[in-house]
């Protein structure tokens, strides 16, 4: 018997619903990385959760629940941009406590060094980087979750790779980023920035 993985297809026969509690780990990751706050984050999830569950008919079986719910997260994120524009919260003090924080080593001065430069990409380019390099979909897949060409995902990721690349004052091919988390550097390395 093989192991399935949470990017699966759900069977015909099986109860989608059965499966939304695989995609919480994945989901919650996608969306720490698009808010920067873990709070914020797991309210979204939370959303993601309650609205897949209530429709859950729409969901078609045979197909990619985590595409499905990576899409309901995103239109999720996007819908509480467009409400809290302007406003920049901090309740935790997350923002103002890595203002003055300073890395105990180089692994994490990186790290640091690369969360700003990451928050400093536009939405469109986190989000292709984040599907693209540290969620491992194809450029196929998440241009259907987006909506929009998948060569205008290849051009975002481009784009968004050079920006990012600028930011940390990285030239081309440069391998920089020894001893980062994997996540990050899937997002650079899988998404066709080095690295090693």
């Known amino acids: 018997m093989t192991a399935t993985t949470p990017q699966d297809v759900i069977a015909d026969t099986t109860d989608p619903r059965d499966a ?3 995609h919480l780990p994945a989901l919650r990751a996608f969306a720490i990385s698009l808010t920067g706050n873990v709070a914020l984050a797991d309210d979204m999830v939370q959303d993601t959760i309650v609205k897949a569950w209530t429709n859950i008919e729409s969901f078609k079986p045979g197909t990619n ?7 309901i997260l995103r239109n999720t994120f996007y819908s509480y941009r467009r409400k809290h524009k302007r406003e920049q919260p901090d ?6 406590a890595g203002l003055y924080e300073k890395p105990a080593h ?5 790290m640091t060094d690369f969360r700003v430069a990451f928050a ?9 980087l984040l599907l693209v390099g540290a969620s491992g979909f194809s ?5 259907e979750m987006i909506g929009i060409a998948e060569g205008t995902v290849k051009s975002r990721a481009s784009r968004a790779r050079a920006r990012l690349c600028a930011l940390l004052g990285m030239e081309v091919g440069e391998h920089m980023l020894d001893g980062i988390d994997g996540s990050t550097a899937a997002v650079m390395s899988k998404s066709g920035t080095q690295a090693a």
């Open 20 to 22: 939304l509690p695989t």
């Open 65 to 71: 629940m985590r595409a499905w719910l990576f899409t």
């Open 91 to 96: 309740p935790e003090g997350i923002h103002a």
């Open 106 to 110: 180089d692994s994490k001065l990186a």
């Open 120 to 128: 400093k990409l536009s939405d469109e380019h986190r989000e292709v």
């Open 139 to 143: 450029t196929h897949e998440a241009a």
